[in-house]
């Protein structure tokens, strides 16, 4: 697919890890050898067909430049975007949806397949599963996972045939099971979140899909048979630490 682009926010500041280079390239065991985990979601978007990537970075990056390159050991070509902090004075930091809108300039009249860096994503063919012909017509495909975390993540409201009702965003408490992970979006979507930000609506991102359901946007939900491990916090490296000891 020509006009399919890959979208990896990499801009964070990483500080509640606190290591010495980026989160992004912090080493994961895969395949009986330690890989960064930034590679999973590249790796996740080319098995997608992606064949151009764009990694949004921060001016301190300069590492994920040196590792991933060109892109083409990995079997794509990569583009990086500089985001701007919000507030250039104080170095404030902008939120995800953002991190997303700084590639506006590669990704505009384009399908976008969306995933974080800082996740892992199994099987590697797992975001094929947004292309799925029932959600052709749809403006946004949210893959869902299912998870005990829900306090952690952007929890999915829809209904027996895939349709959003609503996305809820780290509730306290819920009844809701399944997260989105990762995202697919037409050029619709694209320019609903760059007027967003652009007018100073809404900068929240789950706020944003919210407003674009609201405006009649067709959004669906495609529940993806795979894990989907966050590797943001030390408790998660932890946890993924042990689940590859008790193999």
């Not at 390239?25 to 930034?38: C, W």
């Not at 590639?103 to 590697?124: C, N």
């Not at 996972?145 to 045939?161: H, I, N, R, S, Y």
Request: aromatic share 10%; net charge negative; hydrophobic share 40%.
């Amino acid at each position: 697919m020509q006009d399919l682009v890959g979208l990896v926010p990499a801009a964070g500041k990483g500080l509640r890890l606190g290591l010495p280079y980026p989160k992004e390239l912090y080493p994961i065991i895969s395949d009986n050898r330690y890989k960064p985990v930034a590679q999973h979601v590249l790796e996740n978007l080319v098995s997608a067909g992606a064949r151009h990537v764009v990694l949004v970075v921060n001016e301190t990056k300069h590492q994920l430049l040196g590792y991933f390159g060109s892109g083409r050991r990995f079997g794509c070509e990569l583009s990086y975007v500089v985001q701007e902090p919000l507030d250039e004075a104080t170095g404030g930091s902008s939120g995800l949806a953002e991190a997303l809108d700084a590639g506006y300039h590669l990704v505009r009249g384009k399908t976008v397949v969306f995933g974080m860096a800082d996740t892992i994503v199994l099987p590697v063919d797992a975001f094929t599963a947004l292309f799925d012909e029932r959600h052709a017509a749809a403006d946004v495909v949210l893959g869902l996972f299912e998870t005990d975390q829900p306090q952690k993540f952007g929890m999915v409201d829809f209904d027996d045939a895939g349709v959003v009702r609503a996305i809820v965003d780290k509730p306290k408490e819920t009844d809701l099971r399944w997260m989105w992970g990762c995202v697919l979006w037409r050029p619709r979507f694209t320019e609903f979140l760059h007027q967003s930000l652009a007018g100073k609506g809404p900068n929240d991102f789950a706020t944003i899909l919210n407003a674009a359901r609201a405006a009649g946007l067709e959004q669906c939900a495609a529940r993806i048979a795979g894990s989907y491990i966050d590797v943001g916090t030390y408790d998660e490296i932890a946890r993924l630490e042990e689940r590859y000891r008790s193999r």
